[in-house]
């Protein structure tokens, strides 16, 4: 049987358990970020650069399958939450979502797009390598400005 055909959206707010759930069973939770905020501070600044992928299961019922949250500020686009759910690993879902991302922020006049990889996430680099990512000789710094908790 062939493969569901993939969909690839933009997020909507009956999506958001899901999307939450998609998060945690990727790893890309932190306790210092409320997934929630993240999705209402995204659904408030550029919505249409959250996007989901969605597949039918055996029943024929649409699943979420994957995830991507984008941002560009007129110099730098940037991808945060790219994440697809453990059992559709590996079949180019990842490299699709990205496409998509890729092409909006084209679209938007993006020249160039950072993703940001923690480094305990190692096994990821490969991917982005295949994708044409390189490593920028750069050091990411953080402070937050509003606490989530």
């Known amino acids: 049987m062939p493969a569901a055909a993939l969909c690839i959206r933009t997020f909507d707010s009956a999506d958001e358990s899901e999307v939450v759930a998609l998060w945690h069973a990727c790893g890309l939770v932190r306790p210092w970020n409320d997934p929630y905020k993240d999705i209402e501070r995204k659904r408030s600044f550029q919505p249409g650069l959250f996007l989901v992928a969605t597949q039918a299961d055996a029943a024929g019922v649409e699943v979420l399958v994957g995830s991507a949250m984008a941002g560009y500020d007129g ?30 922020l084209l679209a938007l006049g993006c020249p160039k797009v950072n993703v940001l990889v923690r480094t305990s996430n190692v096994q990821v680099l490969g991917f982005y390598d295949a994708l044409g990512y390189a490593r920028d000789e750069a050091f990411c710094l953080g402070k937050r400005l509003i606490p989530d908790h």
Do not use: I
Request: charged content about 25%; cysteine-free; hydrophobic content about 35%.
């Open 75 to 104: 110099h730098r686009g940037s991808v945060y939450y790219l994440a697809v759910a453990p059992g559709h690993q590996r079949a180019a879902l990842g490299r699709r979502l990205m496409q998509e991302v890729e092409q909006r």
